[in-house]
């Protein structure tokens, strides 16, 4: 099972853009990467999942190198209502223990105006 | 549409007591998880299942049962409560289509909070 790593916490302003990086240094072969958010009181949201090289949605880019030991989730122009915890899981193939969806401890991102 | 669907939202249990968290999705996911957050901390899996009839422990099993007997319902079993179970519980449930090689996305259920006194 892939453990991740990532920072404790950023700061930011608005109108910034943000990049969170996560470590994931035993990543399977058939590991997909996601990133999730989360505000207080409420169960996480999904935000973006990908396998190699980058990914692009209408909220958010992931970024994911050839060796895919880490990942960087990128805000773009990032406002007050993106603070949250963020956090990467790391997982894959239906079947056996990648069923294991664990996530790591999350990045509180804090926006300022 | 209810999505993942949790009761009860807010439970005080005293030491001992056992109660049932129950979790139901209309969405005819396969994979459905169950995990715990203690105030300021991450998530923590508690118990997770691929499909009726089937399912496996996950980080922090210990004080918890489950049983998956419909694709729809993930019931969490509390035996004995104890102070550290205090926490917020959340269901979520993913698809698990044959074939499929990425996880997905979680849809999370809006929590259980329970404290233990």
Redesign the interface.
């Known amino acids: 099972l892939a453990k991740t790593t990532q920072p404790i916490s950023m700061d930011s302003y608005e109108g910034q853009e943000v990049n969170i990086t996560c470590s994931h240094n035993n990543i399977a072969t058939?590991d997909?990467i996601?990133w999730?958010q989360q505000f207080p009181?409420?169960?996480?949201?999904?935000i973006i999942?990908g396998?190699k090289t980058k990914v692009t949605n209408e909220v958010a880019s992931l970024f994911i190198p050839a060796d895919r030991k880490s990942s960087t989730l990128s805000l773009p122009r990032v406002s007050l209502s993106d603070t949250a915890?963020y956090?990467c899981?790391v997982?894959?193939?239906?079947?056996g223990a990648t069923?294991?969806?664990?996530?790591?401890?999350?990045t509180l991102l804090a926006v300022q105006p | 549409n209810a999505g993942v669907t949790q009761t009860p939202k807010f439970r005080i249990l005293k030491i001992g007591q056992s109660m049932t968290l129950q979790c139901a999705q209309d969405m005819n996911h396969n994979?459905m998880?169950w995990?715990r957050q203690d105030p300021g901390?991450?998530?923590?899996?508690i118990y997770?299942s691929?499909g009726a009839g089937i399912t496996?422990k996950?980080?922090v099993p210990n004080g918890y049962n489950v049983s998956r007997s419909t694709t729809e319902d993930f019931p969490l079993r509390l035996e004995l409560a104890a102070p550290s179970q205090t926490s917020?519980y959340?269901c979520?449930s993913s698809y698990?289509l044959?074939g499929?090689?990425?996880?997905?996305?979680?849809?999370?259920?809006?929590?259980s909070r329970l404290t233990v006194l």
């Open positions: 058939n997909y996601t999730y009181s409420q169960g996480p949201r999904f999942q396998y915890v956090y899981l997982g894959g193939l239906w079947g069923n294991k969806l664990i996530f790591g401890t999350g | 994979y998880y995990y901390m991450g998530l923590k899996l997770y691929v496996d996950g980080e917020v959340f979520a698990g044959e499929a090689i990425g996880p997905g996305e979680l849809f999370f259920g809006e929590g």
